[in-house]
């Protein structure tokens, strides 16, 4: 299966260090040091499911490794965001965001796709079938949402398209 | 430690509005009254109980089970500790030569297959059984894919397709048959002799609402194009009115429960069927201090065909709510989906209905195939003529909006104009091209705004998150893969 990611890298002093590993074989070791958009496509033999794809950013240096002005506002970092996930053909997108990140030192943090520590991003595949999986991602992710804006949606579905007038004569 | 033939259990997570699940009380009377014994357990309600004393545990197993996923990969004890216990309380209480798994719907597939590896680990000479519309995962016209695969593994000896009833008798005495371990099952055309549901197991003081379910029927007389019923149930096949009332007063007796819901797609669907049961009830009604109640789904039908009297017997015979698919204030709409009923059959209906004081459910389609903007304005405006019936209309589902599904008569008959663009939900069709996904829920959005000012109760906090979450995924041009949040309340589901 070719499993590929779109991670957009922040390559402050060189890049960061990031290692993918699926179910506990690593696949992918380098430091990205291409700023913007990376696309890294891996061809995983044998993926066996269920299991879980792990991105891990090692040797950062949090003292040195983000550059920040006077007030502490980040100029620049070592880091990346994860975009994208594309398990075959299907792709995780909103999704991303239900995973856990465990820094190293042991705290974990959520709602995030933003690798800005070192630690690893897990993402446990609990099906054997990647869609059915992904349709139940989306359904806890439904259950759970509670930034449901209906007036946002409502205002960006009429804001393209002829008018809907009710008329009751 | 109680030894029987068979031990038939309900599995999480179906939400019944606290009312039992009917399969497992079916199935026992059918294998006593063929010299097994059986026994049941409602493991679904056991499941329930956890909410009053352990809600977040509750939670997080309820999520894992019907959504099959769990990001903290550290409470995947919790499920396995969960697991566990309730096979060793089977196990304590029962030694069961089968162990006959109702899945009712595919929700309940994962804790199905969980328990059944458990009970398999625990004592392998139990043989499993699996059985129920939720063995198939993807609509009722799917395959057997996951059972096969169970099967293959051994962690089940058999599974039912379809109907149980006759099959599980024929697995017991002969261990083959048609729709045993295949998707070859017979449709039962004899209703009438089904022993009634032997509901002995049950404690119904368990239970928040004390309501027995009873079938009338099985498939319809419609061929909805929207619909699959019909294409699963290749006919319609129903029981005499008496058979029903029967039931229903032999059953109320027995159990000292007063409330009964059909599981039926329709219960009008042969009048004549329909007329007897409404007048033996109704005649027992007068005559009894204690009066029955029913409510479940019906189609629409005029004045000619449902007649006044048969209006003043329904609401005798104790009907107290009824669901209809109205669909559409558009005759061409409802024409094109071969509801087969006029503007003056639904007005005739809901008037009759209003009369007789028997409210009445309103389900909606937004958005079907040929739906013009004026044939939206007539949906609105026939809700705007019935708003004089509201006492009586308690409630309004208007559903997402349109969607295909697989296997319906509208995706066979139109495919060649039809184009999916990667989802359910968001097709587009050649002859009526205007009608993309964003003018569904245009339609959509004031069809609930509508309903609200004109005083209408519409419930629909998930379906709105549902059809933003839709929306995203289009614009991002992702494929669909989800279609409801809903499947497991068992008020939403068409068959048993």
């Known amino acids: ?169 | 430690m109680i030894n029987t033939d068979l031990l038939i259990v309900t599995v999480p997570v179906t939400d019944t509005g606290g009312k039992p699940l009917q399969a497992p009380a079916v199935l026992k009377g059918v294998a006593e009254k063929n010299g097994y014994s059986a026994r049941t357990m409602d493991l679904n309600h056991e499941f329930h109980k956890l909410s009053k004393t352990n809600k977040k545990e509750y939670d997080s197993l309820k999520n894992y089970f019907m959504l099959g996923t769990m990001l903290d990969i550290k409470d995947y004890k919790l499920v396995d500790r969960y697991i566990d216990k309730v096979a060793n309380e089977v196990l304590e209480q029962f030694q069961p030569k089968y162990l006959a798994v109702s899945v009712f719907t595919y929700l309940c597939q994962k804790f199905s297959e969980l328990f059944a590896q458990k009970i398999k680990d625990k004592n392998p000479k139990i043989k499993i059984i699996f059985g129920g519309m939720g063995l198939q995962s993807q609509g009722i016209k799917s395959d057997f894919e996951w059972p096969e695969k169970l099967k293959s593994a051994n962690t089940i000896d058999h599974y039912i397709a379809s109907e149980g009833e006759v099959a599980l008798v024929r697995l017991l005495k002969h261990g083959k048959g048609p729709g045993i371990d295949n998707p070859d099952w017979e449709q039962q055309k004899e209703l009438d002799s089904l022993v009634y549901p032997d509901y002995s197991d049950y404690d119904f003081n368990e239970y928040g609402t004390k309501t027995l379910m009873i079938t009338g029927s099985r498939g319809c007389v419609r061929k909805c194009s929207f619909c699959d019923i019909h294409v699963h149930w290749k006919q319609f096949v129903f029981r005499s009115g008496r058979s029903i009332a029967d039931e229903m007063i032999s059953q109320s007796q027995k159990y000292g429960i007063f409330r009964f819901q059909f599981t039926d797609s329709l219960i009008n669907g042969s009048m004549k069927a329909y007329r007897e049961f409404v007048e033996i009830m109704s005649d027992y009604n007068k005559n009894h201090p204690a009066k029955i109640t029913w409510r479940g789904q019906m189609i629409v039908r005029g004045i000619r065909s449902m007649t006044k009297n048969d209006w003043v017997l329904t609401r005798e015979s104790g009907a107290v709510s009824f669901d209809i698919g109205i669909e559409s204030g558009s005759e061409s709409v409802r024409d094109h989906m071969k509801k087969r009923f006029s503007n003056l059959d639904m007005d005739e209906f809901i008037e009759q209905a209003f009369i007789n004081k028997v409210p009445c459910r309103l389900l909606l389609i937004v958005g079907y195939l040929n739906e013009t903007r004026e044939d939206f304005q007539q949906t609105l405006n026939m809700l705007k003529k019935y708003k004089k019936y509201q006492s009586m209309i308690p409630e309004v589902f208007p559903g997402t909006t349109m969607s295909i599904l697989p296997g319906t008569t509208v995706w066979e008959d139109h495919k060649n104009d039809l184009s999916l663009n990667g989802g359910e939900n968001f097709w587009t069709y050649a002859k009526n091209p205007t009608l993309d996904f964003r003018e569904r829920l245009k339609r959509r959005i004031v069809l609930a705004e509508e309903c609200r000012k004109l005083g209408y109760k519409i419930d629909e906090e998930n379906g709105m998150k549902l059809m933003d979450f839709l929306w995203k995924i289009q614009i991002q041009k992702q494929q669909q893969s989800i279609t409801d949040i809903e499947t497991n309340v068992l008020s939403d589901q068409k068959y048993s």
């Open chain 1, 1 to 169: 299966m070719i499993i590929s990611f779109i991670l957009d890298v922040h390559n402050y002093r060189g890049g960061p260090n990031i290692k993918i590993s699926v179910n506990d074989l690593c696949v992918f070791d380098k430091q990205l040091k291409k700023k913007g958009i990376n696309q890294l496509d891996l061809d995983v033999n044998d993926f066996k499911l269920p299991g879980k794809i792990v991105i891990e950013q090692y040797g950062k240096n949090m003292n040195k490794d983000t550059k920040v002005n006077p007030v502490g506002g980040i100029l620049d970092d070592k880091g990346v965001s994860i975009l994208s996930v594309k398990l075959g053909q299907c792709e995780l997108k909103y999704e991303i965001y239900l995973f856990k990140f465990y820094k190293q030192d042991g705290e974990i943090l959520q709602n995030i796709n933003y690798l800005g520590y070192n630690g690893s991003f897990v993402i446990p595949i609990d099906d054997e079938n990647v869609n059915k999986w992904k349709q139940s991602l989306q359904k806890y992710m439904l259950k759970t949402i509670d930034d449901f804006d209906y007036n946002k949606f409502k205002q960006e579905i009429f804001s393209e398209g002829p008018n809907l007038v009710v008329n009751y004569d």
